[in-house]
């Protein structure tokens, strides 16, 4: 079913933009109020590092929705030209998808809820519209990061240290690095522990 929530941030000097969850998928099974709240208690921070010229300092709604497998895969296929689902894709004028299947299977594997890993994702889109990428591993391990620390901070919980995991995209020559803003590969993800 369809809900969608607004979300009042008004917790920084900067002027935050308006945020809306929308949970687009039934099939699994996470705390949303929870979620709402993290994406929430994470906007913040990552407007307070957003690059200067970044989509984050201009747009005024982000709006971030929860999606099953099939729409998220038709997603990565119609605007990225890659077949299968991903777990973040996120687009420039302030939408984000992720994936709840993705992170249902990706959770367990690195000790988080579903809740917190889906909480990583939007956090991870959020710092793509902040003006960060993922596309060397130095950049990616910096995002991931990043990423660990404002979950930490919004769930004010301790998170164990993480590494960054390959990425894929990194490897490849720049001209046959897809022209993406930013999905990221769920192989990609980097290592983490739920705070």
Same mark, same amino acid.
């Given at each position: 079913?369809?809900?969608?929530?607004?979300?009042?941030?008004?917790?920084?000097?900067?002027?935050?933009?308006?945020?809306?969850?929308?949970?687009?998928?039934?099939?699994?099974?996470?705390? =949303?109020?929870?979620?709402?709240?993290?994406?929430?208690?994470?906007?913040?921070?990552?407007?307070?590092?957003?690059?200067?010229?970044?989509?984050?300092?201009?747009?005024?709604?982000?709006?971030?929705?929860?999606?099953?497998?099939?729409?998220?895969?038709?997603?990565?296929r119609d605007f990225l030209g890659i077949p299968g689902p991903t777990d973040v894709i996120t687009f420039p004028y302030g939408e984000?998808?992720?994936?709840?299947?993705?992170?249902?299977? =990706?959770?367990?594997?690195?000790?988080?809820?579903?809740?917190?890993?889906?909480?990583?994702?939007?956090?991870?889109?959020?710092?793509?519209?902040?003006?960060?990428?993922?596309?060397?591993?130095?950049?990616?391990?910096?995002?991931?990061?990043?990423q660990q620390n404002i979950l930490t901070s919004a769930s004010g919980k301790t998170a164990k240290?993480?590494?960054?995991?390959?990425?894929?995209?990194?490897?490849?020559?720049?001209?046959?690095?897809?022209?993406?803003?930013?999905?990221?590969?769920?192989?990609? =993800?980097?290592? =983490?522990?739920?705070?």
């Amino acid at each position: 079913m369809k809900k969608k929530k607004r979300i009042p941030t008004n917790a920084s000097k900067s002027p935050l933009p308006e945020l809306a969850v929308f949970h687009r998928q039934r099939l699994s099974s996470y705390t =949303r109020d929870l979620l709402e709240e993290l994406i929430g208690t994470a906007l913040p921070r990552c407007v307070e590092i957003a690059r200067p010229k970044s989509p984050l300092r201009t747009i005024r709604q982000i709006e971030i929705s929860v999606l099953g497998l099939r729409p998220m895969a038709k997603l990565h296929r119609d605007f990225l030209g890659i077949p299968g689902p991903t777990d973040v894709i996120t687009f420039p004028y302030g939408e984000i998808a992720i994936c709840a299947a993705v992170a249902r299977d =990706r959770a367990p594997e690195f000790g988080n809820s579903l809740t917190t890993e889906l909480a990583l994702y939007a956090i991870h889109g959020l710092l793509h519209l902040a003006g960060y990428n993922d596309l060397t591993r130095r950049d990616a391990s910096r995002m991931a990061r990043l990423q660990q620390n404002i979950l930490t901070s919004a769930s004010g919980k301790t998170a164990k240290p993480q590494s960054a995991r390959r990425n894929p995209s990194a490897d490849r020559p720049p001209a046959t690095r897809p022209t993406r803003d930013p999905a990221r590969d769920s192989q990609s =993800r980097a290592s =983490r522990k739920s705070p």
